[in-house]
């Protein structure tokens, strides 16, 4: 019943490691994206895929690279990690007309030792 | 540079007294979404204002859009500890688009 879902919960390596995480939604919508949410709270967009086309890409390290497979997917795969990369990134799908209005997923929580 | 501003950062109330949080910013929206978030899961969206001057009621929540559509309330009536969370305003500048900007949010302690 899960409307966005995200993998893994938490992810806890070592700088350098390249990781990814995943994101599926099945609420039919057209347009998924990846945020970012540091430690103040503030959340911040990194990606946004419509119909698997990249239609935002914010200033975002080329470590960082999003794959939408079809529409119900987008990963999100990060290499060399380093500590900054440290957040919470979110998952969040929105359906064609109501852009704002998005849903999120419950986040995964990313710790860079 | 900060497009919507939110204030206060923080708030710590008693149960049952009420209280307002504020969206403001110099650039118009088409419109604002009001969400919440408790901790350890990702924004709930509470409500969306197109019209300026536009009022919408959800239970003890009241959101206003501003007649200029620049700026945003919401008002909390008689506050309780299932109202805590970080109230976080959104929106896209000028005609709407995909890129949804976010408000640095409102942490709403309200203790019993």
């Known amino acids: 019943d899960t409307a966005v879902s995200q993998t893994p919960k938490y992810l806890v390596t070592q700088m350098g490691n390249d990781k990814s995480i995943k994101c599926e939604q099945n609420l039919g919508h057209d347009t998924m994206y990846w945020y970012k949410q540091d430690s103040k709270k503030f959340l911040k967009i990194m990606f946004s895929?419509?119909?698997?086309?990249?239609?935002i890409n914010e200033t975002v390290p080329n470590r960082f690279s999003p794959k939408s497979p079809d529409k119900a997917h987008l990963n999100l795969h990060i290499n060399s990690l380093e500590l900054g990369d440290s957040a919470v990134y979110f998952c969040?799908?929105?359906?064609?007309?109501?852009?704002?209005?998005?849903?999120f997923g419950p986040g995964t929580r990313l710790t860079v030792l | 540079t900060q497009l919507l501003e939110q204030s206060p950062q923080f708030l710590s109330i008693q149960e049952g007294e009420n209280l307002t949080v504020y969206c403001n910013s110099s650039?118009?929206?088409?419109?604002l979404q009001w969400y919440r978030q408790e901790p350890g899961e990702g924004p709930v969206l509470l409500v969306t204002v197109v019209t300026g001057g536009e009022v919408k009621k959800l239970k003890r929540l009241t959101f206003q859009f501003g007649d200029a559509r620049k700026d945003s309330s919401l008002h909390i009536t008689a506050a309780q500890p299932g109202d805590t969370g970080l109230y976080l305003c959104a929106g896209a500048p000028g005609t709407g688009g995909f890129k949804t900007i976010f408000g640095a949010g409102t942490r709403l302690f309200v203790k019993a």
């Open positions: 895929y419509n119909n698997k086309e990249l239609i």
């Open positions: 969040a799908s929105s359906q064609a007309g109501r852009a704002n209005e998005q849903f």
């Open positions: 650039s118009v929206f088409s419109s």
